[in-house]
Structures are given as C-alpha cells and as structure tokens.
C-alpha cells in the first residue's frame, strides 16, 4: 500500500509543480475565426469550381472516336481538387475538435470513469476463491483504486495540456502553409471569374465590330453624295454613331445616348433612314448596358471575395495568437479545487489502510 | 510566352483588352480581326492552361497538409484509457471464470 501511495503522489508530482496554461480566450477566438472561414470558404471554392467545370465544357468540344481505356482510367485518376480542398478544411476542423477535448478535460474525466469500471470489477474479483485470506491481507483495494482514479485523472488532465501546447505549437507551420493556400486558391477563383468577364467581352467587342460594320453599310447607302457631309442626315448620323462607337470603345459607355434630334442646319432624316438610326441607336445602347452588365457582375463577385479574404487575414491572425500565446504562456499554479478531491482520496486511502493494519 | 512564368489574372485582362479592341475596331482588316480573335483564343488557352496548373500544385501541397495534420491529431492520443479498459475486462473475464 506504500508503494500505492507512492505512486500516486509520483503521478502528482508534475500536477505540484506547476499547472499548463490553456490560452482559451485565443482558442475560442481562433475556432470562431475557423467556423466563419470554412464557412465562406466552401462555398466560394464550389461555386468557383461550377464556373470554370461549367466554361471548360463550354470551350472544350467534344471529340468523338477517340475513346481509350487509358483515357478513361487517366480522369479516373485525377484527384478531385474539390474533395481535397473540403477533407483539408475537415481535418482542421477534427484538429480543433481534438484541442477542444484536451483543454476541456473530458479525456480525464472519460479516465475517471474508465478508473470506476476498474473499481468495479475488482470489487467483484472473488480473491478468497482463488486463496483463502488474500482480500484481507491486500486490503481495502476499493480506496486505493479511487485513490489512482484522482491522481491519474489530475496527471491526464496536465498531461492534456501538455498536448495542447504541443498540437498547438506541431501545427503551426502547416496552418501558415495552409492559409497560404487558400490565398492564393482565392486569386484562383477570382481567375475563373475573369476569364467569364474577359470573354463575355471579347463577345461583345465582336458584336460592336458587327455594329459597325452594318452603320457602314447602311449609312453609306443612304447617304447622299451631291450633299455636303455637314447637311446630309446620314453622313451626320454615321458620324454620330462613330463617336458613340469611340466612346463604347473607351468605355465612356455614359455617354452612350439616344439622341436622335439633328443639329441645326442638317436636313431631317427620311422615314427609312429614321427608323434605320432608331433601330442602330437601340442596338448600341444594348450593347452599351451588356457591357456594364458584366462589370456589375464581376464587381459583385469581388464584393463576395473581398470579405472571406478578410476572414482568411483574421483566420491567419487568430492561428499566430494562438500560437503566440500558447509559447508565452506562464505556467500557472493549480487550482485548488482540482487538487481537494485528490488530497481528500489519499487521506482516506492513507487511513483506510491504517485500520486495516491494526 | 512562358505562361508560367508570366502569366497573372492582370496580364490576361490587359492583353485581351488589346486584342478586344482590334476585333471591334473599325481601322481593323478582316485579317487583323480573325488574327486578334486567333491570339485571344491562344491566350484564353494558356491563362486556364496556367490557373489549373497552380491549382494541381496547390491540390498537392493540400494533400499533404492533410496528412502533416492527421500525424499531429495521432500523436495527442494516449492509450491510458484503453489500457485500463482492457486490464477491467481482463478481471470480469477471470472473474466469470472463476466463479463458474
């Protein structure tokens, strides 16, 4: 029983000393900096991924007759980016969920009661079948186990800490390196966006070119060559266009407006010719919104960026405080009402084993 | 071009910007156009060519931050509690035994 007590106070020895300081303010802020970049994050990549899968079948052609098995077995192969991407956010979330079970103390006490079932079954142990006397001479085992329970369940607890700190301080390099990652994932995504901009561009570049070319053709046909260009309705209503056009093309597109009224001195314009302008006007000024049209939606989407790389900037600032303060920590002395319970179970250990001696 | 090494969101931006406006331009020959929508399309293959090969390296370097993660989950496990499980079970099998 000696050596019982002994080694109880061997299993306290390190919970005397000094207790492990959890820096649980930087903790909880550190997994509601997670909670809220997962978050985002998630579902920026899946909607990034819906763009780009969904303009590289758009500009990818099918080809048919050249079906191979190796081929087949080539994408099967190719590791799902998005899979990857949602297990990296999930193993983080099990690191956090593995912290929050060290510094809370639920391993001890799951050790506790894992000490009672041992209790237990010694208590049922039928030690005077096996040899007559042997429960008396070894004593009051019931105590003595609870006794281990207090004192091993105080080391876990410290010994949890210990782990924390040690987790805390293993990861950080790899959570640096993963929110690196997502930054540069985040450059990526507003990559697939640009390109559905720059495209829906290049479209619309090729409709104004078409504009022109139909202004050219008709103006040219109405216009009326005995006239000087000044009073001709059509020469005047090409030339009107053309600035339209350049302003289009500087993107001015404000000054992209219907005017059909004719200065003075120019002769009106027929019925056809009229109704040609209308018809040409109308067709630049739906050009002129389909270009704005996709700046607001690209300049939507930066408004979606912007906040989850300010989540990933407080992520990255939670993760360093953390750290930070898990290596400043000062060791702190232990709570007193941790180490009641255990003194209290020794002492009734200690004379429990006294009154069976005498 | 080394799209590698040179390419980025703005550089692909601003050369199809250039070559956008030759395509709408009315000094543009039909040649110049076709050749401008040429090197747009040459452009546009090499920019997505690039971000997804960014990406594979990123998806790599993911796989093995999954992998440096679950080692440092692994090394806070303790087996003290099975232990003391096992040694439980140990005794209620004697037990049983013995009071057979």
């Known amino acids: 029983m000696h050596r019982l007590i002994l080694f109880t106070f061997a299993l ?32 920026i990549m899946l909607d990034a991924y819906a763009v780009d899968d969904a303009l590289t079948a758009q500009t990818t052609p099918r080809k048919v007759g050249e079906w191979s098995f190796k081929k087949i077995e080539a994408s099967f192969r190719v590791v799902d980016r998005a899979a990857v991407r949602l297990a990296a956010w999930d193993v983080v979330d099990r690191y956090n969920a593995t912290l929050a079970s060290l ?12 000490f009672d079932g041992l209790a237990a079954a010694i208590e049922k142990f039928p030690f005077d079948e096996l040899a007559s006397g042997v429960a008396s001479s070894l004593g009051p085992v019931g105590p003595a186990v609870q006794a281990i329970k207090f004192a091993a369940t105080a080391a876990k607890r410290e ?41 829906t561009r290049q479209q619309l570049r090729d409709h104004l070119g078409t504009l022109w ?4 053709a008709t103006y040219s046909a109405a216009a009326d060559p005995s006239a000087a260009p ?3 309705p059509a020469r005047v209503e090409f030339e009107r266009f053309q600035s339209l056009g350049k302003a289009l093309d500087g993107e001015q597109l404000a000054q992209v407006v219907g005017d059909l009224n004719r200065p003075a001195g120019v002769a009106p314009m027929s019925g056809l010719l009229l109704a040609e302008a209308r018809r040409t006007n109308d067709r630049f000024q739906a050009l002129a919104a389909s270009f704005a049209a996709a700046d607001i939606r690209l300049a939507a989407y930066e408004d979606v960026l912007t906040p989850y790389a300010v989540l990933l900037l ?11 303060a898990v290596e400043n920590a000062q060791p702190t002395a232990p709570a007193l009402d941790e180490l009641t319970p255990i003194a209290v179970a020794i002492r009734k250990a200690v004379a429990k084993y006294e009154e069976v001696r005498r | ?80 509690s099975a232990a003391i499980k096992q040694l439980s079970k140990l005794i209620e099998a004697a037990t049983a035994v013995l009071n057979a």
């Open chain 1, 159 to 199: 010994g949890d800490r210990r782990r924390f700190v040690e987790a805390v301080r293993a990861a950080r390099p790899f959570m640096r390196q993963a929110i690196n990652l997502l930054k540069a994932d985040a450059d990526t995504f507003y990559g697939y966006h640009t390109r559905v901009h720059v495209r």
């Open chain 1, 103 to 114: 510094a809370s103390g639920e391993r001890a006490e799951a050790l506790g009661q894992d």
């Open chain 1, 230 to 232: 000044e009073t001709d």
């Open chain 1, 314 to 324: 407080k992520l990255e600032e939670s993760v360093n405080a953390l750290a930070d």
């Open chain 2, 1 to 80: 071009m080394n799209p590698s090494n040179e390419m980025s969101n703005d550089f692909y931006r601003r050369a199809a910007e250039v070559l956008g406006k030759i395509r709408s331009s009315t000094k543009s020959s039909p040649a110049q156009k076709q050749a401008a929508k040429e090197e747009f399309d040459r452009l546009d293959k090499d920019f997505v060519g690039w971000l997804h090969a960014e990406e594979a390296k990123r998806t790599a370097a993911f796989q093995e931050f999954i992998a440096n993660m679950n080692r440092v989950i692994a090394a806070t496990g303790d087996r003290s």
């Open chain 1, 12 to 43: 306290l020895a390190p919970l005397l000393a000094a207790c492990t300081a959890i820096p649980t303010q930087e903790f909880a802020a550190y997994r509601a900096s997670f909670a809220e970049a997962r978050k985002a994050g998630e579902q």
């Open chain 1, 213 to 216: 070319l139909d202004a050219d």
